[in-house]
């Protein structure tokens, strides 16, 4: 069994860090029953408010039960995503969020529409910062809320648990080793010989497409189960329902199209261009998609120096650099064990910042394996959970319950605050060329990846009916919409299809996507920013997360320095940009 992580009462406190009293809830109190839960409820809703103060008392009590209630589910969501193919740990997380947390949302809705009833909340607006989006993330709560879909709620979680679990257990034999397919990926990108590369490659995507059908049967439920959702709630189609959910009131369906439009238009010209460099370099007739992950053969992957303390000790460097409050907040977290980085067997792929809301600490999850990406994803999720050090003593809940689009501008910014000094992860100096070389064509890959992603998740739920081979139709014609046109799969086209399989936002997180996407070109115009004064592009950066979301995005991003803005144009801007640099790292000549 993995240590569980610690409790409030076990933790310290330093200058930065100190923990709040309850005010509300026993500090014995961990909600183990919606028995438990209830009773607070009913005294929330059986107050009288006479005051203002009456009203702010009643807020704080609110968010006191809901931050225990939801930290309660993501300590039993870490353990199990730790340890997946431990059926205790996912049996002990479904059956809390079935029993106690399901339960609660009809409750939530009750305290939504009890407080919206408080003539007197009107007299809180200008006096407390963000209110105003906080009742209108409320009234649009209560506007979609329907009972009926409380039991899908719960379905489509467990759906989402099972591919988890499918995923968690996937693993190859290779060279008498079982690796699990992370593993292996990083095997793939090191692999200089060619045909041992192309073996492996086959290896890891006929795993995945030997669960064909259950990617699929998966997918058949989620869609129905979320179609009906939005059906439930009056809307014609789950994309218009999800983006209520989502709180996206400063974009539309529309400029998410107009996204598409840019990196096809301009992005994707640029990508050909950059594999036609990578094909020159292996010195190929045709690119295949196992040359692709090995841009430059002759200087391999960079490679990491040290073990894998020394991986956490450079990642607290690093993130000094930028600010000295920084490394003290990932050095908290280390010592105290809010830290899982490293893959084994068994645990859940992918990785996640989650933010236990009463102790003000996140956790930080992921699968390194000792390769060079492992710097971008800790140094990501690192941003993330910085932002939560940043707002976590604002007075109020609702005040640091940002937005994703402000959310990944804190980890992707981070990435690029911090690349001047990735040398410090480097077991060899002269690879550093060849890591920023990896980040900025990587910008561009992800890019149009997002479009892949987002246009497809799209196009499923416009089509709810689909058929299995209209979806894997239609993920063939979206990437060759958005992917370069030079990588040649013959006589391995279905492995197209694997990437659509191994995205878990697809299967877990439905319709979140765009938000990378969003966020990225934030990042990069931060980059821009800071190449040319990084002083003032890290304050920026910072007094930004540090409002949470008591401004409107545009405001958060201008508080950055940057716009709010990802249609054409702004693609265009920054693929310019981003090629520009490129050249300046590039041995090779690039193409104007």
């Known amino acids: 069994m993995i240590t569980p992580i610690k409790e409030k009462a076990e933790l310290q406190e330093t200058e930065l860090i100190s923990f709040k009293k309850r005010q509300f809830l026993p500090e014995s109190e961990k909600l183990e029953s919606f028995d438990r839960v209830k009773k607070y409820i009913d005294d929330l809703l059986s107050r009288k408010i006479e005051s203002t103060q009456d009203l702010k008392k009643w807020l704080h009590d ?104 499918l995923m968690g257990s996937l693993t190859v034999e290779w060279e008498g080793q079982e690796l699990t397919l992370t593993q292996a990926n990083k095997l793939l990108k090191q692999e200089k010989d060619r045909a041992k590369r192309e073996e492996l490659y086959i290896l890891i995507n006929q795993k995945v497409l030997s669960h064909r059908e259950d990617y699929h049967r998966l997918l058949d439920q989620l869609v129905e189960i979320r179609h009906q959702i939005a059906q439930n709630a009056g809307f014609k189609n ?137 710097v971008r994803v800790i140094i990501h999720e690192a941003g993330h959970a910085v932002h939560d050090f940043l707002t976590r003593d604002m007075e109020f809940a609702f005040q640091r319950d940002f937005p994703i689009e402000i959310a990944e501008l804190a980890s992707q910014g981070m990435e690029y605050l911090t690349m001047k000094n ?90 979140y996507y765009i938000e990378y996407g969003i966020s990225l070109l934030g990042a990069l115009q931060l980059y821009k920013l800071s190449l040319a004064d990084y002083e003032s592009a890290v304050e920026g950066y910072r007094k930004a997360l540090s409002l949470g979301y008591t401004r409107s995005l545009p405001e958060l991003y201008e508080t950055a320095g940057i716009t709010f803005y990802f249609g054409e144009s702004k693609v265009k801007e920054i693929a310019d940009f981003v090629w520009e640099q490129l050249a300046e790292v590039i041995s090779e000549e690039l193409p104007a």
Not at 327 to 340: E, T, V
């Open 62 to 165: 609110r968010e006191e039960l809901e931050n225990v209630l939801e930290e309660r589910l993501y300590r039993r969501y870490i353990a199990f995503t730790r340890e997946a193919t431990n059926s205790e740990l996912r049996k002990d997380f479904e059956e809390y969020y079935s029993k106690v947390v399901i339960p609660f949302f009809e409750s939530k809705n009750q305290l939504d529409q009890f407080y919206l009833s408080q003539p007197l909340r009107k007299e809180l607006e200008g006096q407390i910062p963000g209110i105003e989006l906080y009742h209108k993330k409320l009234e649009t709560d209560v506007e979609i809320f329907r009972r009926e879909n409380i039991p899908l709620f719960e379905k489509d979680q467990k759906l989402g648990n099972d591919y988890s679990e």
């Open 238 to 374: 789950y994309i218009e329902y999800r983006w209520k959910a989502l709180h996206r009131f400063d974009y539309t369906i529309d400029d998410n199209k107009d996204y598409h439009a840019g990196v096809s238009k301009y992005l994707k010209p640029r990508l050909n261009q950059y594999y036609g460099l990578i094909q020159e370099r292996h010195g190929v007739d045709a690119l295949r998609p196992y040359d692709v992950v090995v841009t430059n053969p002759q200087k391999g992957e960079p490679r990491l120096k040290g073990t894998q303390q020394d991986f956490i000790d450079n990642t607290i460097e690093v993130l000094r650099s930028v600010h000295p409050a920084f490394a003290h907040y990932i050095s908290y977290m280390a010592q105290h064990g809010f830290l899982d980085l490293f893959t084994r067997k068994g645990k859940a792929p992918g990785g996640y910042n989650l933010y236990l809301k009463e102790i003000g600490i996140p956790f930080i999850f992921m699968n390194a394996t000792g390769s060079f990406s492992d």
């Open 422 to 511: 990735w040398h410090k992860f480097l077991a060899d100096p002269d690879d550093y060329n060849t890591a920023v070389e990896e980040q900025l064509a990587g910008a561009l890959k992800l890019l149009a990846h997002i479009a892949t992603i987002d246009a497809f998740q799209l196009w499923m739920y416009e089509n709810p009916k689909h058929s299995w081979e209209d979806r894997e139709a239609a993920w063939e014609n979206i990437t060759k919409q958005f992917l370069p046109d030079i990588v040649d799969y013959s006589g391995i086209e279905d492995f197209r299809q694997t990437r659509w399989m191994q995205q878990l936002h697809i299967f877990e997180v439905p319709l």
